[in-house]
Structure formats: C-alpha cells, structure tokens
C-alpha cells in the first residue's frame, strides 16, 4: 500500500530516530569490554535499550532476546541475530580500542565491524516493527553471547528456547550484500608417528621427515564436488608442533588442519573422507557442528534484496549460520575485511544505510 506524504514523513522520522539511538548504543557497547564468555556488562547495555525503547525482551546467561508484540504461533518466524561479544584486541592498535572516536564518518572501536554495527542495526529494526499488526512473519530478535570463540552459550543455547525459527537473517558486515551461503569449518587434530632416537643415531623413520611428504599431500589434495556458491573446499595446515631438545629424534609430529567446508559436503562426509585417506597415524576432527549454511536463491528475502538493488555470493567465514538447521541469510553493514583488525571501524552511513535497507528488504516480504 502506497504511504500518504505525511505517512512517508513520519515513516523516514521514525527510521532516522532508530538510526540516531542505534548509534548511540553502539558507542556504549565499545566502550564496554565484551570478550566472549565476558559480555554481561554489554548484556546489561542491550537491556536497557529495550526498557528504553518500552519493548519486553527476556535474558538467557548473557543472551537477550525479544518476540514482536502480535506475535502469533499460527504464522512462520523470522529470525533477528546478532552477536555481542568481541576478540581481543590485536597488538597493531594506535587507538584505544575502548574508546568510540568518530573521525572522518568512521566511527572507531573494538566491535564496531564485527559485529556491532549489524546488531544496532538489527535491534533498531526490529523496534521498528514491534508494534505493526497483521505482519505475515513473526519476528524475533537475539542479541547473541560467545559467538567469536563458537561457545556453548551462544546462539546455539536459545534454540531450545526462543520460538521455532523457520529462516534467519543473520548480522555480519557484508557490505549490505547477501551472504546467500557460508562456508562450514571442521578443525582435525592429526599425529604422524615414527620412533624416537638419540639424534647422533641412525634413524630411518624419523617423523620430521616424513612431513614433506605429509605436507604436500594436504597441499595437493582436492575433493571432488565444488558448490555454485561457495567453490572449493578449502583445506589448509595451520599449526605443526614436534620435539622437545636438539639431539633427540621425537616420536611423533602433532598438526592442526582447518578445513572450510562447502554446502556439497556434510562435515561428517569430510572426516570419513580425511580419516581414509590423509597419510597420518590418526586424524580427529574437534567437532562437527560448525556446518555450511544456505538459503535459496527462490526464497523471498532473497529475491526482495536483488529486487532493492543487493548482490548475491558465497561467503568463506564462518558466523553464527553454522548453528542453525533452518534456512538463513547472512547480511549486514560494515566490510569484513575490517574484522578483528587493528583500529577496527565502521562508517556511521553504514549503519544508516544498514537499517534502511533492512526496514525496505522486510516491508517486502512481512508487510
């Protein structure tokens, strides 16, 4: 339904006041240490956005979540993610990595990428439909805890408890494009075993040696179905550790191989297809959990983004999409490429614009 003159003046009032008070809650969020497993002092912020804001949400550990006010059971569900919580601060700061500077329309600080900006935003929009009647979705919001280190109290943890999802948007900078699949991770611990010596000895299998060759077979080795979205599966070691003093030959070689896994594989298909053939004494995958996620590119928030002018593509991180079973789009304000950077930051017409194409994406498919 086309909005009057007036209708669409307060439509754009009520879009740049959620934008002004999302900002706002941004700058307090960076000043706030939120380190994963260590976000209540953010928790308590989002809390009190929502008191603020007249909008009943509820707490789980350091989750805060909310349902729009004519939420009906009968009717689908979106869900509304975002995550809290920040990595450390890497040693290339020349900023306070606390401290919410704008300069030049950026505004600077630890988790202004990744991913507080997207959460502003996603809260902000959600309060801009809390109150709309007959919407054809329902809509619920989570402000999510332990996403950077992939804990056990995190998004994974509400399943169980908020309403069931049936497709998600997901906030992570994606430059407002979308994230129409995301790569999955299975990290393995690998040995390569040989016999332990003194190093002034003959020694014919001596582990060390045995890992050039080890090491270009995961270099080589490819598996055999590719995706139209995410390409290759992408299999790289990241870490080798072997020995303890110069002169004896150790008895085994430990390694560490990250394995981002594409929507042509179950993680499960990737450590059987590993623990066959990779040349090590035993390969063991920390978890499969972490799957690759997708959404058609027939859903309709997928054809309402292209319909407002957004991309589509497969992206390579990995967010809190691998923890859920439904349909999910990754999209938000920001540039990934900023993530966990030294003096991290967002343009502030980000996150504007961030909100204002979440509000039109929505009206296009839940009004």
């Known amino acids: 339904m086309k909005m009057t003159t007036l209708q669409q003046s307060h439509y754009n009032m009520s879009i740049e006041k959620l934008s002004a008070s999302a900002i706002v809650l941004l700058k307090k969020l960076i000043e706030t240490q939120s380190f994963s497993k260590e976000e209540d002092p953010t928790a308590i912020l989002i809390e009190g956005w929502f008191v603020e804001n007249k909008i009943p949400f509820q ?24 995550h809290h919580d920040t990595v450390k601060p890497n040693s290339a700061y020349t900023k306070d990595p606390f401290k919410a500077v704008v300069e030049d329309g950026k505004l600077y600080g630890l988790g202004s990428n990744d991913a507080g900006g997207c959460l502003v935003s996603l809260i902000a929009t959600f309060a801009h439909f809390y109150t709309q009647e007959n919407l054809t979705y329902n809509l619920v919001v989570v402000a999510s805890a332990e996403e950077e280190n992939s804990g056990k109290q995190g998004l994974n943890s509400m399943l169980s408890i908020i309403p069931k999802i049936d497709v998600a948007i997901v906030g992570e900078p994606t430059l407002m494009n979308l994230a129409i699949a995301e790569k999955g991770l299975v990290v393995f611990d690998a040995v390569v075993e040989g016999i332990a010596s003194h190093a002034a000895h003959p020694n014919n299998d001596n582990p060390i040696y045995k890992m050039i060759d080890v090491l270009r077979w995961f270099r080589d080795f490819t598996f055999d179905k590719t995706s139209e979205t995410l390409g290759d599966v992408k299999m790289t070691v990241t870490q080798i550790n072997a020995g303890k003093q110069h002169n004896v030959v150790p008895a085994h070689v430990d390694l560490v191989i990250d394995v981002r896994v594409n929507d042509s594989y179950s993680n499960q298909e990737i450590a059987q297809i590993l623990q066959e053939n990779a040349p090590c004494s035993k390969i063991i995958p920390r978890s499969l959990r972490l799957n690759s996620s997708s959404i058609s590119s027939e859903h309709e928030l997928v054809k309402a983004g292209i319909s407002i002018g957004r991309k589509t593509y497969g992206s390579p991180t990995l967010s809190d999409q691998s923890v859920l079973s439904c349909q999910s789009l990754k999209l938000g304000p920001g540039d990934s490429t900023r993530s966990h950077s030294a003096d991290e930051f967002i343009y502030i017409a980000e996150i504007e614009e961030g909100i204002a194409i979440y509000v039109e994406l929505l009206n296009r498919v839940i009004i």
Do not use: G, H, M, Q
């Open 59 to 82: 707490r789980t550990k350091n989750n805060i979540w909310a349902t729009n006010k004519y939420f009906d059971e009968t009717k689908p569900t979106i869900l509304l993610n975002s």
